[in-house]
């Protein structure tokens, strides 16, 4: 397994990834990239440690092949998700989970094809890759897919084939990490019609594949002007981008799905891949509830609040959503069944359950936080420097105290909570977790398909039979 170091220099591969207008010529250096790079490096650094060794490689890029797997698999992934407290939505656990799926499931693909997603797996987990994914057309119109859209290849797709390969021109939303990242998956998990097979692609390209550009959605590192300010921006701003395809080309040996709408599906669905990682998804989403909760109840009991019995109800009800998610991951491993190839699957009822419900779930965990601070995150000053002014820090001791609590540990801890809640990175974390599932509704839907409505309705049909107009 490779060190966070060695993560480190091979970043600079020449890799196009543009901020405010130009090109940033080094990622590992730079303001808006070094942060997440270093805190991903920390994570690769963790992964020699024993609860992730598998044969030699990072266990969370490998097949679970027993229940005790999954377990150890969570286990592995709540190390990591703890590392950042769940701040980092797309750690390399993610797609790697995706890639194990693939790899156990080799006849969910074409023939021809088959033997790449298995070299794929190979290469994330004997590698410790950091793999990225883009699988969403980019956001010009829903009204269609693509092959109805004023332009031709806008949505990524075949440009050209060749013997050796294909050459890929377009665009593709959102790769979070992507500017980090190794690799990136590129594929499509929006439903296509038979008009649209030329987007019906997926493959796995470098990050520094020439032709690929990144387009960076406003970085907020660079803006976090301290940790004591800013201390989660100024570890854990992912950073997104939109990646284009300036007439790529991709080898054979990296190509996955091919002009194949169906074989999209049965890549995301038949191989368990989406039920997988988004298991890991949830995993991580429970360590950041945990620490949503653990800051709310910190904060009440601060302010000196947490004995009104107002606020024990808001306290209970982040208990209560937290507490869901955290055994939404249990009843997942619990109901977990082997496949037809032997992997173990999180059960998709227990997970698309939870998950349909998150882009309520988040929100309302962020209104109960924003309810308990109040202007307390306002309260504070306007940056570390007015802590160490002797100017300034004699008035802020002296009226931004709380009993017990001396100033600088109050400012602190209410500048944590502006940076979960209300700072920019807030805001993109809010919209994160509300859609990197895909949208609130294509959640429900994935609910609504897994839930075990048969029995549901056999119960009601049940009862309805039980009497009839006869009945005392
Ligand atoms: C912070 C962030 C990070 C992300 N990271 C990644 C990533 O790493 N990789 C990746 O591939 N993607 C990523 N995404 C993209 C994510 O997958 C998409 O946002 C998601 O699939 C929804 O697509 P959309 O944003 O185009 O929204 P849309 O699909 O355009 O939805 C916008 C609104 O229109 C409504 N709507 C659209 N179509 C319909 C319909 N048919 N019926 C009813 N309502 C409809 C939706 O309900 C929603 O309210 C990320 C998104 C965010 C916000």
């Not at 998804?281 to 947490?306: E, H, M, S, T």
């Not at 995150?377 to 001396?406: C, F, K, N, W």
């Not at 100033?407 to 209410?414: G, H, I, M, N, S």
């Amino acid at each position: 397994m490779r060190t966070g170091a060695e993560y480190l220099a091979s970043l600079k591969d020449g890799r196009r990834v543009y901020v405010d207008g130009v090109a940033v010529d080094d990622v590992a250096h730079h303001p808006a990239f070094a942060p997440i790079a270093r805190t991903i490096a920390e994570l690769f650094d963790l992964a020699h440690g024993p609860a992730f060794a598998h044969d030699g490689v990072n266990r969370l890029f490998v097949p679970p092949r027993s229940r005790e797997d999954l377990t150890a698999f969570r286990s592995a992934a709540t190390v990591w998700a703890e590392h950042t407290h769940g701040w980092v939505g797309r750690s390399p656990d993610h797609v790697g989970a995706f890639a194990a799926a693939f790899a156990a499931h080799p006849e969910a693909f074409a023939e021809r094809l088959a033997p790449n997603v298995v070299a794929f797996q190979r290469r994330v987990a004997e590698q410790s890759l950091y793999v990225s994914y883009a699988i969403v057309p980019p956001q010009v119109s829903r009204a269609t897919p693509a092959s109805a859209w004023e332009g031709d290849l806008i949505q990524v797709g075949v440009a050209e084939e060749r013997a050796d390969g294909i050459v890929v021109r377009g665009a593709q939303m959102l790769a979070t990490g992507g500017a980090v990242a190794d690799e990136i998956l590129v594929s499509c998990i929006k439903p296509l019609t038979a008009e649209d097979t030329d987007f019906a692609i997926s493959f796995a390209v470098p990050v520094g594949a020439a032709g690929l550009k990144l387009h960076c959605r406003r970085p907020y590192a660079p803006a976090a002007t301290s940790r004591f300010d800013y201390p989660l921006t100024s570890r854990f701003d992912e950073t997104d981008a939109l990646l284009v395809f300036d007439d790529v080309f991709i080898p054979w040996e990296r190509v996955f799905v091919y002009r194949d709408i169906a074989g999209l599906r049965r890549q995301f669905f038949e191989t368990g891949a989406h039920v997988l990682g988004n298991w890991q998804a949830q995993i991580r989403f429970a360590v950041k509830l945990r620490f949503l909760a653990g800051l709310a109840r910190k904060v009440a009991a601060v302010n000196g609040v947490d004995r009104f019995p107002g606020v024990v109800e808001k306290l209970g009800e982040l208990a209560s959503l937290t507490s869901l998610v955290e055994s939404a991951v249990l009843a997942a491993e619990y109901a977990a069944q082997p496949d037809d190839q032997g992997m173990w699957r999180p059960d998709a009822q227990a997970l698309y359950g939870v998950m349909g419900l998150q882009a309520e779930l988040y929100p309302r965990v962020l209104a109960i936080l924003r309810d308990l601070v109040g202007g307390g995150v306002l309260q504070v000053p306007s940056s570390v420097a007015d802590m160490t002014s002797a100017e300034t820090r004699p008035d802020i001791d002296r009226y931004v105290h709380s009993p017990g609590v001396p100033a600088e540990e109050r400012v602190k801890l209410f500048k944590l909570v502006w940076d979960a809640i209300g700072s920019e990175f807030a805001g993109r974390h809010h919209q994160y977790e509300m859609f990197y599932a895909g949208a609130p509704f294509v959640a429900k839907g994935y609910a609504f398909r897994n839930y075990d409505f048969d029995t549901a309705l056999a119960a009601v049909d049940s009862f309805l039979a039980s009497y009839d107009t006869e009945t005392p």
